[in-house]
């Protein structure tokens, strides 16, 4: 896991007031998962584009709006901070048009966590096996809630 990267980003998107979760394999790493971390997936609300962009200043390297084939998000940007991979994903969900929740679920080193239960929801059908890392975190009570939020 880059922290320092992360860090920079966190202490950047939390002066300029951009809400963000951490997600993705950083978010598994954060719970204590061994995984490897290649990049920081991190959530952001759709309405926050311009606000991410501003924050993340000449660190920005590109943004797309390319739906993706399984998952895809309605923006989606590249940081590249001193060679570390960040990407912000506006408004996460499924190619089917679901949407992924914008629920926190902890903090990590100040850094606040998407609640576990929406990134297992995302690999359900994007990475089973690390659904399936991630399903003993989270509570059957929480899988139930968030398939019903999804329909």
Request: aromatic residues 8%.
């Amino acid at each position: 896991m880059h922290l320092a990267a992360l860090d920079a980003v966190a202490g950047r998107l939390s002066e300029h007031d951009v809400p963000f979760l951490l997600g993705g394999s950083g978010l598994l790493f954060a719970l204590g998962i061994d995984v490897p971390v290649r990049d920081s997936d991190l959530m952001l609300r759709v309405e926050d584009r311009e606000r991410f962009e501003a924050a993340a200043g000449r660190w920005l390297v590109g943004v797309t709006t390319e739906r993706g084939p399984i998952l895809t998000s309605a923006w989606k940007a590249t940081l590249d901070v001193d060679g570390v991979e960040v990407e912000g994903l506006g408004g996460l969900g499924f190619a089917d048009g679901r949407r992924l929740p914008f629920r926190a679920g902890g903090c990590w080193r100040g850094i606040p966590l998407a609640a576990p239960e929406i990134w297992w929801a995302a690999y359900r059908v994007y990475k089973p096996s690390r659904a399936a890392l991630l399903e003993p975190l989270v509570a059957p009570e929480a899988r139930e809630r968030i398939l019903a939020d999804l329909g």
